[in-house]
């Protein structure tokens, strides 16, 4: 049977869980033993695999989960299941508990599934009742259900947040994510490409949606980063705009944010773009070369030392100093989520990938105008990863041009 998941190599992985019972091992008196669940079948096949079960096993199986625990050897144990050989036919062949399961994830142990609940509890036993999961309140995800689930089910033992200790390691990128991140950039860049010069053409929001999602499926093998928001005119000045179903209107801005997976490590690109190709609106193009002077603003102070706030007070001044509102924040960071969980409290350090997204919104006008970079923290400033996708006004109208 094929092994999914993995994109990574495999010592990057144990030196993940290692780096994790350490994390744990400083997190209370005693060190606590951490658990991850990993998606359903239904959730997998419907959104993707859990992120912190997958930053930790690189397993893409349904109903797995993951024991790291410091306390005994052997430490990790991925839990697996087999199915029911009936539905085989149906649902595919699972990979279960076995060697080769084993080896293939470069795990210490495997077990089965439904002996997850008991290994739990011996394990929070030995730690004096306590366990460590992941939880988080904004966009909580499956791993905050299963938190809430699990305390629930587990009477008498103590759940700990382990997610604040753990995005210690997660916010800095290596390598070979830094290559996700630049691959799934690339066909976020190829597929606006493809897409851009068609809008003159295309009659719905709906239509610009899905040339996009084409494209990045396409070149991808996977799953989006987040379904893409398509705001055409007044669309564009709802910062999440979930519906992609209007018209589109000749000589309105479009905004469009999207982005590709790669690996599972998501882009984030916002470009907004005058449907009939040409920045010919006045007002418009007064309020899109603000925006795009915050971004470049943002990409000219990104860099070690800069705290969240530093670096959103810079970018934002001219937007604020003009008399516009400030909405949202400059930057989040990016990963496996295209919102990936971190700690805000600390400044910015080389490694950690971020977003560069100033924008203005005006309903009123109907409009609004968002301009979104990627931008990976180094020694002394920042990478753009985003560069070559164009912006400016000039870039823009040559691509639309066709
Ligand atoms: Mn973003």
Not at 20 to 30: Q, S
Not at 55 to 76: F, K
């Amino acid at each position: 049977m094929i092994i999914r998941g993995l994109a990574l190599p495999l010592a990057t992985y144990r030196r993940r869980r290692a780096g994790a019972a350490k994390l744990l091992r400083d997190l209370g008196d005693r060190p606590l033993p951490l658990l991850l669940v990993g998606c359903d079948e239904g959730r997998l096949r419907t959104v993707r695999q859990d992120q912190w079960f997958d930053y930790y096993s690189g397993c893409a199986e349904p109903e797995a989960a993951l024991l790291v625990d410091p306390t005994r050897e052997p430490r990790d144990t991925l839990f697996l299941d087999a199915g029911d050989p009936k539905r085989v036919i149906w649902d595919g062949p699972r990979l279960g508990p076995d060697a080769k399961a084993r080896r293939a994830h470069g795990v210490h142990a495997v077990a089965a599934r439904d002996t997850l609940e008991e290994r739990v509890i011996a394990a929070a036993k030995r730690a004096g009742n306590r366990l460590a999961m992941c939880t988080r309140e904004r966009e909580p995800g499956f791993q905050a259900e299963q938190f809430a689930f699990w305390k629930k089910k587990l009477k008498g033992i103590t759940l700990v947040n382990a997610e604040p200790a753990l995005v210690n390691q997660r916010m800095f990128k290596d390598a070979d994510e830094v290559a996700w991140l630049r691959r799934a950039i690339a066909i976020t860049r190829s597929g606006l490409l493809a897409t851009l010069p068609r809008i003159p053409k295309l009659k719905n929001e709906a239509e610009v949606a899905s040339e996009l999602v084409m494209h990045y499926r396409k070149a991808a093998y996977g799953p989006l980063a987040f379904p893409p928001i398509v705001g055409s005119a007044v669309g564009g000045a709802t910062l999440h705009y979930p519906y992609n179903d209007q018209p589109l209107v000749k000589g309105a801005p479009l905004l469009i944010d999207s982005g590709a997976t790669a690996g599972g490590y998501c882009a984030d690109v916002t470009r907004t773009v005058p449907q009939h190709g040409r920045f010919s609106d006045k007002r418009f193009r007064e309020v899109y070369e603000l925006v795009l002077h915050c971004n470049a603003l943002g990409r000219a102070h990104a860099r070690p030392g800069l705290t969240r706030e530093e670096l959103n007070d810079i970018a934002w001044k001219p937007i604020i100093d003009a008399g516009f509102i400030r909405h949202h924040g400059l930057w989040h960071h990016i990963g496996l989520d295209v919102h990936d969980p971190a700690d805000y409290t600390q400044p910015l350090k080389a490694g950690m990938v971020i977003s560069n997204e100033p924008g203005i919104y005006l309903p009123d006008e109907g409009f609004g105008v968002r301009i979104e970079d990627d931008l990976l923290i180094t020694a002394d400033g920042c990478d753009e990863l985003t560069k070559d996708i164009p912006k400016t006004v000039k870039e823009l109208e040559a691509v639309m041009r066709g």
